[in-house]
């Protein structure tokens, strides 16, 4: 069947059904919607594998393969980007908890008002349906590159969507998570099963400097595209946006205590980065393997086709399902992450006084539209790389409205609305001519390199572009909430009591989102200033030292990778 070994066919068939079957074996566990969307009953090696199943996908390796097929080794700063993040992660995932939401809606709601809340919802679930398109993209090249292109992209992205809806619909986020655990331990599979062959074809790192003459392909910075500037913004417009992506509630706030939502979280997401090292060498080689003639995009499941049933029959298959369920274990957290967003805090507070199970109902057909709209915007991209860059510039923009309103009480609904549409206004911008001839036109455009000819066209260097953005976001917040009605100190109490309150262990879930049980109470207020309209709390010793050590982490990760590649 399309070249695949009877046991190729045996796994992938196996794989699927086995998931289907832990979809629908917990939907006997949903009976509310906060059994659908948020339980809080999974520890620190769920968390981990759930964070790390979520966040790695097939899209990212197609992604940096194909941009080290085209730039050499800088490409892993595609995913990499978020390496200096990730010790951040340590602050952000007890917050997430504290906060005590189904949803990052409900957070805005509490912070500002209903409007920022819906504000949130339509833009998370939009931003989440083009993820899932996105990366349907890129399992759809893969897995047709591995059954020689004789099923269509497209083809593969219809029936990989199909089964994950079935479980994601059936089980909700419990389904997800459980799936999860055993889709991490596929997507590592996924992730190096492919590299020793590969790299043993090749000759190994020496082989790869012979065959491959240009020694800017084994820079880490790529001074023509992707240079330290490119990075550090890139990082901190991925800072700024990682907490308003809709799915990192369900990372952090799925855990019985802010512990396990630290743990799981960061762990899970280091997974990722070790990952993401095998991605880019596996795109080098495939680059001095396959020449230039090859589609990057396709490098990666060319590569594994080639290689793969050489070694042993069924390891093809096995290298099929990993990408199903490096693909599954993504989408089908994004899919209830956005249905959660929709049902919560977009349809039951139009349509109230509804059951339970009305709402489960309506949150599982949302979901379903969710995927549609994810298989048309994967149909839409032109590459795995185009969506990437356009996913990164979507995230921030909610992200400047929450962190100004969490580090600055005078920040207003009207203030966070303006940030909000001055950002996408002003990316709307840097992508009209005029403005990108203007820009170029100016004495010091060549210094500060503010344009460049990517693909034929002038545009704006992508660094600039989300500066641009970024500070025409927060400078309107600023100014508009100056010059607006400040939120009540009874509802700033109320957000910031739940930001400053640990959960305490066996706590039980309030009824009502965001708010604390009846029988906790706030903790005092501890900032590092004193001063009334700021909010930067003082870390406990826990923050310091884990915020340290994993900083620790991310510089063995990449001295570790630089000597590798020497």
């Known amino acids: 069947m399309f070249g695949l070994h009877p046991l190729d066919v045996c796994v992938v068939v196996l794989y699927l059904l086995g998931m289907a079957a832990i979809g629908l074996w917990t939907r006997k566990c949903v009976r509310t919607m906060a059994d659908f969307f948020m339980p809080r009953t999974f520890g620190k090696l769920m968390l981990a594998s759930a964070s790390f199943a979520t966040g790695t996908h097939p899209d990212q390796a197609v992604g940096v393969a ?91 992205i219809f029936l990989m969507a199909g089964v994950f809806v079935l479980y994601g619909m059936a089980g909700g986020l419990t389904a997800v998570i459980i799936t999860d655990f055993v889709q991490g331990i596929l997507t590592v599979v996924f992730s190096f099963v492919l590299l020793p062959s590969v790299m043993k074809a090749v000759g190994g790192m020496a082989g790869l400097h012979q065959a491959i003459k240009d020694p800017g392909m084994f820079s880490l910075v790529a001074p023509a595209e992707i240079g330290v500037f490119y990075i550090a913004v890139i990082a901190l417009n991925g800072l700024i946006g990682i907490v308003t992506q809709p799915h990192i509630m369900g990372n952090c706030a799925a855990g019985r205590t802010e512990m396990d939502g630290r743990v799981g979280f960061t762990a899970g997401n280091f997974a990722k980065r070790i990952c993401t090292m095998a991605w880019c060498l596996t795109g080098l080689a495939a680059m001095a393997y396959l020449g230039k003639g090859t589609k990057p995009d396709l490098a990666f499941g ?90 990164w510039k979507i995230s921030p923009m909610m992200g400047i409205a929450f962190w100004l309103g969490f580090f600055w009480r005078r920040t207003t609904v009207a203030g966070a609305w303006a940030s909000v549409l001055a950002g996408f206004g002003t990316w709307l911008l840097t992508t009209q001519a005029f403005f990108i001839k203007a820009l170029a036109a100016l004495p010091f455009a060549d210094t ?49 009591a739940l930001a400053r309150t640990p959960v305490r262990a066996g706590e039980a879930a309030p009824e009502v989102a965001c708010a604390l049980p009846d029988h906790v109470e706030a903790a005092p207020r501890r900032n590092l200033f004193r001063s009334a309209s700021l909010e930067i709390p003082t870390p406990t010793k826990t923050s310091v030292v884990g915020f340290i050590v994993c900083w620790v982490a991310v510089a063995v990760l990449i001295y570790g990778f630089v000597a590798l590649t020497r």
Request: contains cysteine.
């Open 302 to 391: 060319v590569m594994a086709r080639e290689f793969l049933p050489k070694i042993l029959p069924g390891l093809l298959g096995v290298f099929l399902a990993s990408v199903l369920a490096s693909l599954m274990s993504s989408c089908d957290s994004f899919m209830v992450s956005s249905s959660a967003l929709f049902t919560a805090n977009l349809y039951r507070p139009l349509v109230r006084g509804k059951s339970e199970g009305h709402y489960v109902t309506v949150g599982r057909l949302a979901s379903l539209v969710v995927v549609v709209g994810g298989v048309f915007a994967a149909y839409r991209l032109e590459s795995v790389v185009q969506g990437l860059e356009t996913f």
């Open 448 to 496: 500060l390199r503010l344009t460049m000819t990517k693909g034929g066209a002038l545009e704006i260097y992508l660094p600039w572009q989300m500066i641009l953005y970024l500070v025409a976001g927060t400078a309107t917040g600023i100014v508009v909430s100056l010059l607006s009605r400040s939120v009540s100190e009874d509802k700033l109490e109320r957000f910031y």
């Open 66 to 156: 194909s941009k080290t097929f085209s730039n050499g080794l800088s490409g892993i700063w595609y995913e990499w980007l978020w390496l200096f993040c990730t010790p951040f992660y340590w602050l952000i995932a007890p917050l997430m908890r504290r906060f005590r939401a189904i949803t990052m809606s409900d957070v805005f709601t509490l912070r500002y008002d209903q409007s920022v809340g819906m504000l949130f919802a339509v833009v998370g679930a939009l931003n989440l349906t083009f993820v899932i398109g996105i990366m349907l993209k890129g399992s759809g090249a893969i897995v047709s590159a591995c059954l020689g292109q004789a099923v269509s992209p497209d083809m593969v």
